[in-house]
């Protein structure tokens, strides 16, 4: 009886896919795949420690790309980074299928797993491009924009191109306040950064220990204008709801002032 299986890994995609390597080369029956912080002891398997391994993880996604439209590995790196609980067995099922069919099958959604992943993807687009128009930048005492953002999945590496491509002249940060991990844009390159950050910070707002005082008149007089121009007895409430979903105000300085 082939034993069931348990397998953790780092949390990254890389060593996911090392996961995925290392069940066809150990002919696993994987039951559980789980990022090391979520993984608990199950009765009656085996439990693998997989070791994120580059060549590994590239030899499956190559793969998977000759097998694959660019809607699906789109899919499966989007799902991968919706956090949802159990996806990467979703993932898996969903590879799985693809490696074992001699046709294109990344878009048959009568698959649970193809289905399941598809919407998880879904989601997280909708988040992405929330976080591309409702991110506001404040500018620091250091002549930084920083922006602060509790996104429900892990979109930041799915925004950093776009907020490149648009505010190349400037040096700016964007900070995951839920995963404490940001990226900064340095006037030459991308990169992941961790900070202390001091939570009163904020999401919005323009403390003065902190913020330049030209954000602070900024905000105040951005705050005066909005209010100025909205006329209460046109306002609807309900459209204004669907096109900006409440959890996003925070983001807003005429939400917050």
Request: glycine share 4%; hydrophobic share 40%.
């Amino acid at each position: 009886m082939q034993q069931q299986a348990v397998l953790s890994y780092d949390g990254t995609l890389e060593g996911f896919l090392t996961c995925v390597f290392t069940a066809y080369e150990e002919k696993l029956k994987v039951v559980a795949i789980n990022a090391s912080e979520n993984t608990t002891q199950q009765l009656f398997t085996a439990s693998y420690e997989v070791i994120t391994h580059s060549g590994k993880a590239k030899r499956v996604w190559l793969s998977l790309k000759k097998k694959t439209s660019a809607a699906g590995l789109r899919d499966l790196k989007w799902a991968f980074l919706s956090e949802i609980p159990q996806m990467e067995m979703q993932l898996y099922r969903m590879i799985r299928y693809i490696l074992a069919e001699n046709v294109p099958v990344d878009r048959d959604f009568s698959h649970p797993a193809v289905l399941k992943v598809a919407q998880a993807a879904k989601k997280v687009g909708r988040e992405k491009h929330r976080m591309e128009a409702f991110v506001r930048f404040r500018r620091t005492r250091d002549e930084v924009y920083f922006a602060a953002i509790e996104p429900d999945f892990n979109v930041l590496p799915l925004i950093k191109s776009h907020f490149k491509n648009r505010y190349a002249d400037q040096k700016w940060i964007i900070y995951d306040l839920k995963r404490n991990f940001g990226i900064a844009w340095d006037l030459a390159a991308v990169n992941y950064i961790s900070l202390d950050l001091d939570p009163e910070v904020g999401i919005s707002g323009a403390p003065e220990a902190y913020f330049h005082t030209s954000e602070i008149a900024f905000q105040q007089l951005w705050n005066q204008y909005f209010t100025s121009t909205n006329i209460k007895s046109r306002a609807n409430s309900k459209l204004h709801l669907q096109q900006l979903p409440k959890r996003y105000w925070k983001y807003l300085t005429e939400k917050n002032l």
